[in-house]
């Protein structure tokens, strides 16, 4: 059976970067982050139970996108550790080394790279495996098809557990995003909704322009419906960039056939070699699989 893991290199860079795990200082900079990562993700390729067949991951480099022209709030590198993002660059090349295909997003964002290869490949295996807990990727899941994995959790979710747990769909997603708010993303979304309450306006009206601008037409378990609704007349236009910010790019250039993602081991001579650019002798005997032909 194939899948597509599409792995959000950028969570999992700060992931190990703000993870318990002792620092990695190598002539004098601070690798942790890197090394973390290849970690990792050695797990993630090596794992029985994820049966990688086809593999890319993608980053923001830089974490600026398209969508700070759009809105001066969005999210920059602004607080980000310099130490973490002198490393933006060094990343990419332990994803190369590990054989994965690299997609290193600049006007563009990692998640939108991920929802490209969604949409794009999704008919070409039995399951695509976004690797990210990221809320706004919930719209790209479809039915059993596309899921998300949040691997600190250990949980999967497809189109039945996204409604379990946010009890909406998933082309809702970006019109919850907007009245709840991203904080990762910097979307500050609209005073009084909260989860609940959008997810209740949503399954009812599926998106912001359906919304009925009249309480007496909302869902009765909703309070202060006459406030909410003055709210949402008045922001109407703020919602709705707030929707284009969370909606994700899902045609962006990615150059590589579906071939090219396939994954057939660990390229023994490029690993080796990262392994000692950042002096990680303990990772030289963590691979389980070369590709054939490496000794």
């Not at 807990?133 to 189109?159: C, F, H, N, S, T």
């Not at 709840?180 to 500050?188: F, N």
């Not at 910010?245 to 690993?271: C, K, N, Q, S, Y």
Request: with cysteine; proline share 6%.
């Amino acid at each position: 059976m194939s899948r597509l893991h599409v792995v959000d290199g950028t969570f999992e860079l700060f992931r190990a970067h703000f993870s318990r795990r002792p620092n990695h200082v190598h002539e004098g900079r601070d690798l942790k982050a890197t090394v973390g990562f290849a970690r990792s993700m050695l797990d993630l390729l090596q794992a029985e139970d994820e049966a990688v067949s086809h593999i890319a991951v993608a980053f923001d480099n830089p974490i600026r996108s398209v969508r700070n022209d759009w809105f001066d709030g969005y999210k920059t590198d602004e607080g980000v550790p310099s130490e973490l993002l002198e490393q933006f660059d060094l990343v990419e090349d332990a994803a190369r080394s590990l054989g994965m295909i690299v997609w290193s997003m600049d006007r563009y964002e990692a998640d939108d790279a991920m929802a490209t290869a969604a949409a794009r490949w999704s008919g070409r295996v039995a399951q695509v495996r976004l690797l990210t807990p990221d809320k706004d990727l919930g719209q790209a899941i479809r039915g059993e098809r596309v899921v998300m994995v949040d691997r600190i959790r250990g949980l999967v979710i497809d189109e039945a557990a996204l409604w379990q747990k946010r009890g909406i769909r998933p082309d809702s997603v970006p019109d919850w995003l907007a009245l709840v708010g991203d904080s990762a993303d910097g979307i500050p979304g609209l005073t009084g909704f909260g989860e609940k309450t959008a997810a209740t306006l949503l399954r009812s009206f599926g998106h912001l322009e359906g919304i009925p601008l009249d309480p007496k037409k909302w869902p009765t378990p909703i309070r202060q419906a006459d406030r909410l609704v003055a709210i949402l007349r008045e922001q109407m236009p703020r919602a709705l960039l707030y929707r284009k910010l969370a909606t994700l790019i899902a045609d962006v250039p990615l150059p590589e056939p579906f071939e090219d993602l396939a994954w057939t081991g660990v390229p023994r001579g490029p690993f080796e070699a990262w392994c000692e650019r950042v002096a990680a002798s303990d990772l030289r005997q963590r691979p389980t699989r070369f590709r054939i032909g490496d000794r």
